[in-house]
């Protein structure tokens, strides 16, 4: 573990504040759901929870009958990372935050494609190389209780090649499988 320096009291209700560069630097927001964990030694642990990232296994085979089924890399994200590539490079994909324009994208519960599919595509992930931002892509918001939990992303492999609405409807069906699962 990371010492801060940071020493907060426990108030007469139990809570305790989270420096704020510590949430800057986790990406924790106010209403943020953390996980509270204990071990052994007496540590109590926060951990940003991610209802998305409950489903890893299923999203990963998810995402590869989308790449099989398409042709097309597909990754699925929570908030803050991609959780599942199939159809793409994992070591480029897997596990990276997403960038800021996704999760404005996310904030805004829009649905983006690519414009005309001549346009340079958005950033997918923070620092991504200038080369990787141009193939075509579908984005849609996986939406659960009325939150948006993450996103469904289909990218061409092929800079030539464009999306259309059968690849949105798929990343429609996808968003919306994934999002009854959160609520069962």
Request: aromatic fraction near 4%; charge should be negative.
């Amino acid at each position: 573990m990371k010492a801060t320096g940071v020493v907060r009291r426990i108030d007469d209700l139990g809570r305790v504040v989270i420096p704020k560069e510590i949430r800057k630097t986790l990406r924790i927001k106010e209403g943020d759901p953390l996980e509270i964990f204990t071990d052994r030694e007496g540590q109590v642990i926060l951990k940003k929870y991610s209802p998305i990232g409950e489903l890893s296994e299923f999203a990963t085979g998810y995402a590869e009958t989308l790449a099989k089924t398409t042709g097309h890399i597909a990754c699925i994200t929570d908030k803050d990372t991609i959780i599942a590539v199939a159809g793409g490079s994992k070591k480029e994909f897997l596990e990276q935050d997403v960038s800021q324009e996704l999760e404005k994208l996310m904030e805004d519960r829009e649905v983006y494609i690519s414009k005309e599919n001549s346009d340079i595509a958005m950033p997918i992930i923070k620092n991504e190389k200038e080369d990787r931002r141009q193939n075509a892509q579908v984005v849609y918001p996986i939406i659960s209780n009325g939150d948006t939990i993450g996103t469904v992303i289909l990218m061409s492999k092929d800079k030539k090649e464009k999306m259309n609405d059968v690849e949105k409807k798929v990343a429609q069906s996808a968003a919306t499988f994934l999002a009854s699962q959160m609520e069962i």
